[in-house]
């Protein structure tokens, strides 16, 4: 049932600070990832000396971005990698690894089939980040955290990818803090910005209606390009996917420090440029590849929060996004560009919940 809604993908965009919430529920205590959250005692984690994550689509970008935060909190070397190369080449597997995949619906084929190779290949465990209880995948993995989304039914995936960074921030910290990488002031301040996702959710939504102004710009457009930087920079990877799913209009994204190595020939006037801005050390740096993209006429749509002294101006078009912490951006910045993609799409007229030529679970190869 879409009850106020048009489309299920809109609905599901505003499930999410409900879901969030369901996924963090009964996984953290007011300092601390709780110990039980994978089913089993967490102190497994402790024998871990790398990661491999395999997932597919939208599940491959949250797991970009985890690798991210599994590097900087926990200082264990991660890979990441569609389960479609995975399964047909031959993988090292150092010691001690986890196999990680995620999935929203637990049987994509290609996932399925990287997790049977798996377990040939001598890793330490399987744990499945998962949104369907009685999916293959959770029943054919050592262990699971599920991601408590609820039923996605927009082929487009929007809160099963938000709730599935949700879960690998718990994963991530969960590991940081058995490997000792973590102290436990840490550990409270990150638990406690957690806990703020929802809400920071729920204000990201309000910029729904000033999004969609702006969507009107693209229905007449080509091509876009994603730009981002760090941890944004899969998120500029799901954004453009996410266009591309549901609006047909063909889009890239880069990490933006890559601009002058090819993409930069791209921009002219009828290039509109995406750019996730994070508040951190890199924002002067992005600061200076916008200047580059402004200077060859391209059409910048800034996502920024207030505080980074971006603002409309001329060739700029800014949408404010809002100030969380660091950690938390990646997720809090994914609000506007589904947003984004959702509006462009209906502005285009296309079958926003069941785009042409896509299947919502992929059980073939
Ligand atoms: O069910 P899964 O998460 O394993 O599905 C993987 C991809 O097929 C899926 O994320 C796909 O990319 C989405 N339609 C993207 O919106």
Redesign the pocket.
């Known amino acids: 049932d879409k009850g106020e809604y048009r489309h299920y993908m809109m609905k599901e965009i505003y499930e999410q600070p409900k879901v969030i919430a369901a996924c963090l529920e009964g996984r953290i205590s007011e300092t601390k990832v709780l110990t039980s959250c994978f089913g089993v005692d967490s102190s497994f984690l402790k024998d871990i000396e790398n990661v491999h994550i395999v ?7 949250a797991g970009m971005v985890a690798k991210y935060w599994i590097e900087d909190l926990a200082g264990l070397p991660c890979s990441v990698e569609v ?1 479609s190369e995975y399964r047909y080449r031959k993988v090292a597997v150092p010691k001690n690894t986890l196999f990680l995949t ?7 084929a290609d ?1 399925l089939a990287a997790l049977r190779m798996a377990k040939e290949l001598g890793y330490l465990t399987s744990l499945a980040i ?2 369907v209880p009685s999916s293959t ?1 959770v029943r054919e993995s050592a262990l699971t955290l599920l991601t408590n989304a609820g039923a996605e039914i ?5 809160k ?2 938000t709730t ?1 960074l949700t879960a690998l921030l718990i994963t991530s910290i969960a590991i940081a803090s058995e490997k000792g990488a973590l102290s436990a002031e840490k550990e409270a301040e990150l638990v406690t910005s957690m806990r703020s996702l929802p809400a920071h959710i729920d204000e990201a939504l309000k910029q729904d209606a000033a999004i969609k102004k702006v969507s009107d710009r693209f229905a007449n457009k080509h091509n876009a390009l994603f730009l981002g930087r760090g941890p944004m920079f899969p998120i500029a990877l799901e954004g453009s ?2 266009l591309k ?1 549901i609006s047909y209009i063909h889009a890239e994204a880069y990490p933006a420090g890559e601009l002058k190595h090819g993409p930069l020939a791209l921009v002219d006037e009828d290039m509109p440029i995406i750019t996730l801005v994070p508040h951190n050390n890199m924002l002067d740096k992005l600061k200076s590849n916008l200047q580059e993209v402004a200077a060859r006429g391209g059409e910048l749509y800034v996502f920024a929060d207030k505080d980074t002294d971006l603002h409309n101006e001329d060739g700029v078009i800014f949408t404010e996004v809002p100030k969380v912490d660091e950690i938390l951006e990646p997720i809090v910045h994914t609000i506007p560009l589904q947003l984004l993609s959702y509006h462009v799409a209906v502005v285009k007229g296309t079958d926003v919940d069941q785009p042409r030529n ?5 059980t073939v190869e």
């Not at 995620?102 to 994509?108: D, F, M, P």
């Not at 927009?154 to 929007?158: F, K, L, Q």
């Open positions: 997932a597919c689509g939208t599940s491959y970008h389960a995620l999935s929203q619906s637990g049987e994509t996932t998962c949104n995948l927009g082929v487009a995936s929007t099963a990818f599935q996917l996410k799913e896509l299947a919502k679970s992929v």
